[in-house]
């Protein structure tokens, strides 16, 4: 079964530092999401596209954070400057559209570190 | 406004015990209603959906129904195994197109000891 592809699956940085994260949702799926996920938590929507444009940034803190779908395939989600508060599982997910019913495909995410 | 609470964790069973995770909503409309499972180190995955009321998910041996009257959605299965160790989330989605969303619980923690 296809899956969607992020990298890395770890990284660790210092605070006030840039790190990028990337996803790569399965072919054809129009609608991508990025969530973060702090441990025992549920997680918690970023950002939605809906092919290269974004439908829902309501819970982005944009001043730091950015999110970007060029062509509307793979997406790069950007957080500069880095603080210890960002420290979390970053979850990317696909699906083909946006109906009701629809299942949600998700990668193995990213675990950020932040020192 | 919507949301959905999950009984919680962590939740503890011997091999082939009965397992009940209890979820309730609160939505607006006729949402469709998820429960997601996360192994560890592993990204979240569909274990089963509902789409209307009385429905019944099943998959793995787990299953689900959606009551709209009690509006639950209660995730069962009659013997687990240690395999079924991680975590489950209940989720439930309104809305579509560009007004889709989707409510997640916080999620229950699973741990079977063999």
């Known amino acids: 079964e296809a899956e969607v592809a992020q990298s890395p699956r770890y990284k660790i940085t210092e605070k006030s530092q840039a790190v990028a994260f990337w996803c790569d949702p399965i072919?054809?799926?129009?609608?991508l999401y990025w969530y973060r996920q702090i441990l025992g938590q549920g997680p918690e929507l970023l950002v939605q596209f809906q092919d290269e444009s974004v439908v829902d940034d309501s819970q982005l803190p944009k001043d730091r954070f950015s999110a970007e779908r060029l062509k509307g395939v793979d997406s790069t989600l950007k957080i500069q400057p880095a603080e210890l508060g960002d420290s979390a599982m970053y979850l990317c997910?696909?699906?083909?559209?946006?109906?009701?019913?629809?299942?949600?495909?998700f990668g193995s995410g990213t675990q950020l570190s932040v020192l | 406004g919507n949301s959905v609470t999950q009984m919680e964790g962590p939740v503890t069973l011997s091999e082939e015990a009965f397992l009940t995770i209890n979820c309730t909503y609160t939505?607006?409309?006729?949402?469709?209603l998820f429960w997601y499972v996360q192994y560890p180190g592993e990204g979240l995955q569909l274990l089963l959906k509902?789409?209307?009321a009385d429905d019944k998910g099943s998959n793995k041996g787990f299953e689900a129904t959606y009551r709209k009257e009690t509006t639950s959605f209660h995730l069962e299965k009659g013997s687990v195994q240690v395999s079924d160790s991680a975590v489950y989330f209940c989720?439930?989605?309104?809305?579509?197109?560009?007004?889709?969303?989707?409510?997640w619980g916080l999620g229950t923690s699973l741990a079977v000891n063999p």
């Open positions: 989720a439930l989605s309104t809305g579509a197109g560009n007004n889709r969303k989707l409510i």
């Open positions: 997910a696909s699906s083909p559209g946006t109906a009701t019913n629809e299942k949600l495909f």
């Open positions: 509902a789409t209307k």
């Open positions: 072919s054809g799926h129009a609608t």
């Open positions: 939505a607006t409309g006729y949402p469709s």
